[in-house]
């Protein structure tokens, strides 16, 4: 039987996670659900993302690492939004250096975002851009 999105979201709960244990927790998901659809991966990160709480943004930012080979340019954007929200500098970490290089790795044009980023205003940003440069070398 195939779970939900609120189901899957509510099981991840269930676990109590911290930022040290979100890792832990997504591998075991990913090796119960290794063809998870790339829409419902989507949304059950944006999910995690939108509750607000810190854990469930570390969980999304796992999932979708976990499932990187899904990551293309189309979601840069979501990414930017992920990073200008982010309210911590662990996450703006987590999210540049490996949602944000593993699309650096498939395709060069999203060079253009870690541009626009490092003449923001808004402080993550700038920052996320400093980390994608350094890491891209």
Same mark, same amino acid.
């Given at each position: 039987m195939k779970k939900t999105i609120d189901e899957i979201i509510a099981d991840f709960r269930k676990q109590r996670p911290s930022y040290s244990s979100a890792l832990k927790i997504v591998i075991a998901f990913r090796k119960k659900n290794p063809t998870l659809e790339k829409d419902k991966l989507f949304n059950i990160s944006k999910k995690m993302w939108e509750s607000g709480n810190q854990e469930d943004k !570390?969980? $999304?930012i796992k999932l979708l690492e976990a499932y990187s080979s899904y990551l293309s340019f189309k979601d840069? +954007? @979501?990414? +930017?939004? !992920?990073?200008?929200s982010s309210q911590s500098q662990v996450l703006v970490d987590e999210i540049s250096s490996n @949602?944000? $290089?593993a699309v650096l790795n498939k395709n060069k044009r999203a060079y253009d975002y870690i541009k626009k980023w490092f003449d923001s205003n808004n402080d993550w940003l700038k920052k996320a851009s400093l980390i994608c440069k350094s890491t891209s070398f």
């Open positions: !570390m969980i $999304a840069m +954007e @979501l990414f +930017e939004n !992920m990073i200008s @949602l944000v $290089a």
